[in-house]
């Protein structure tokens, strides 16, 4: 039997009870990730990004682990949300026009002393300011810097479009923006190199891709850690005890952690192993959250259908943004339907071997996500299922 072969059985017979679909973590492995992203962050301590997670348990966890201190967010709701859960460092990883939140952060002090914002505009500061009920509450802000790699004088960009500043001139402008500001404390200082981090580079049948990706990365990587050093100086001398300056990205922690101006470093989806994060030649985790979707019909030989399991990702439209049958292996889509939303056709010799009613096992592409599909994991240890926890989406939470 193969490790996936067996893999299937633990998970069907923990599940035996349950009717798909069903979506589980696989705590061994969700542990193991945990312990993997440590080792690469040597030393320097792990802020788990919520939206990678979306499940307050399984944040809980990670967090009583040595190695993982603080939360990074993603919308003014639900750091507002997590700190009043007891969580007591919340960067918010975003921007925000939520006026409503501004209000209830700048009116209590625990919410104030708990949630740091990002501002990458003077006119963020002016919306909080607009927001506030209360004066004398300091509100914590984090600069963002751009990370982008921009060749030949800035006609080709490579990587996310986030932050508009890039300069060291510039984000300490900013930084001193904020600290003649009644109200603001500047405290972080934040780079996120999804280009890096976020782009495997190790695509499968693509080898003249694949080197191209390595060299572009390779050069991103000096780039930026050369000019994060220069911003980094230039913030300190407006803000001496800044706290933190947060880095990185599951793909990058090794990398990211090397640079002495880095103090902490961002990760997530490393702790799930989606299948986006398949195709990096500097680490492999182990698959931990997957979903089950039950075979409901038998059109042919070789072909079972199941129910749903359309379930896409964010970012750019295409095949790598799709769920993958995992479990049993050798199932593909057929190309003429894909992914379904209410049924989903799979091709493949497994087919025949597959029950009405049995489960089929996918991956999703992008970690967090799928838990707006569900409202509970199934925690599997060994072959039970050992509790079941909400994620946000059954705590009545979409935040986004």
């Not at 919340?90 to 002090?109: K, N, Q």
């Not at 409202?375 to 935040?399: I, K, M, N, S, W």
Request: charged share 25%; aromatic share 6%.
């Amino acid at each position: 039997m193969t490790p996936r072969a067996a893999d299937r059985a633990r998970y069907d017979r923990a599940t035996a009870h349950l009717d798909a679909p069903v979506a589980i973590v696989d705590l061994e492995a969700f542990d193991a990730n945990a312990d993997d992203l440590v080792r690469r962050a040597a030393g320097k301590p792990i802020r788990v990004a919520s939206k990678s997670l979306r499940c307050r348990a399984l944040l809980e966890r990670v967090l009583a682990r040595p190695g993982f201190a603080g939360l990074m967010s993603f919308t003014l709701a639900e750091s507002v949300w997590l700190a009043r859960a007891g969580f007591e460092d919340v960067l918010l990883a975003y921007p925000s026009a939520d006026r409503a939140g501004f209000a209830e952060l700048t009116s209590d002090p625990k919410l104030a002393g708990a949630i740091t914002v990002m501002v990458d505009d003077p006119a963020q500061l002016d919306l909080v300011d607009r927001a506030r009920e209360r004066d004398g509450l300091e509100v914590r802000v984090c600069l963002e810097l751009d990370t982008s790699l921009q060749l030949f004088g800035g006609r080709v960009r490579v990587g996310a479009r986030r932050s508009p500043l890039r300069s060291p001139a510039q984000l300490a402008e900013l930084a001193r923006s904020v600290a003649r500001r009644p109200g603001f404390r500047l405290v972080g200082l934040m780079a996120y190199e999804g280009h890096v981090a976020g782009v495997g580079d190790a695509v499968a049948g693509s080898p003249l891709r694949s080197r191209a990706i390595r060299l572009m990365q390779a050069a991103a990587r000096k780039e930026l850690a050369a000019r994060r050093a220069e911003v980094v100086r230039a913030v300190r001398a407006v803000v001496p005890d800044l706290e933190f300056v947060n880095g990185g990205g599951t793909g990058s922690v090794q990398h990211t952690a090397a640079e002495a101006a880095v103090t902490e470093i961002a990760a997530g989806s490393g702790l799930y192993v989606p299948r986006l994060f398949d195709n990096y030649t500097s680490f492999s985790g182990r698959p931990a959250a997957l979903f089950a979707q039950p075979v409901v019909r038998r059109p042919g030989v070789g072909v079972v259908t199941v129910l749903g399991g359309g379930y896409p990702a964010s970012g750019a439209a295409g095949p790598d943004r799709l769920p993958v049958p995992y479990l049993p292996e050798g199932l593909r889509y057929d190309p003429q339907e894909g992914a379904g939303e209410v049924q989903t056709p799979l091709l493949g010799s497994a087919a025949d071997d597959l029950l009405i009613g049995d489960k089929v096992w996918f991956r999703h592409a992008k970690a967090g996500e799928l838990c707006e599909r569900f409202e509970e994991l199934q925690l599997v240890e060994g072959d039970r299922v050992t509790a079941a926890v909400p994620t946000y989406r059954g705590e009545g939470c979409t935040f986004l």
